[in-house]
């Protein structure tokens, strides 16, 4: 059905407005987005739609961190300190938090506050 709410539609609906508000101000952008599993984060370029950065947790067996489960809050603040030192290191200080629809709660809060404890911006 095309008018049926459900937590997709919702969620797009409320990244629409997020992304009317990102593209007004022409900064870098901090998307985070999650699945059940996984967290994701990137910074984009102000310009062009180029990842200049990005962490998630499927690097955690690269960097042999195996006894973490991937899809909690403790997940995410690693994942905020990764992209907050990559992106550091990259010379890039402040950014717009693009939530991507999500809530700010939970895992997506966690990732915002341990990214601006470790020096990004937003």
């Known amino acids: 059905m095309k008018g ?5 539609n919702s969620r797009i609906r409320r990244y629409t407005k997020i992304r009317k508000n990102v593209c007004s101000h022409r900064i870098f952008r901090l998307v985070v987005h999650r699945t059940s599993r996984h967290v994701y ?3 984009i370029s102000r310009n062009t739609a180029k990842v200049l950065v990005c962490a998630s947790t499927l ?3 690269k960097l042999n961190i195996n ?4 899809g ?11 992209i ?5 290191k990259k010379k ?5 938090f693009d939530r991507s629809g999500f809530k700010y709660h939970g895992r997506i809060k ?3 506050e341990s990214a601006r404890i470790s020096g990004l911006v937003f």
Not at 4 to 8: A, D, F, I, P
């Open 72 to 82: 909690n809050k403790c997940s995410a603040k690693i994942i905020g300190q990764l």
């Open 67 to 70: 006894d973490i489960y991937t």
């Open 59 to 61: 690097e955690f067996k």
């Open 41 to 43: 984060a990137q910074i």
């Open 92 to 96: 890039i200080t402040t950014v717009f």
């Open 110 to 112: 966690e990732l915002a």
């Open 4 to 8: 049926q709410l459900n937590k997709k």
């Open 84 to 88: 907050a030192q990559r992106a550091l």
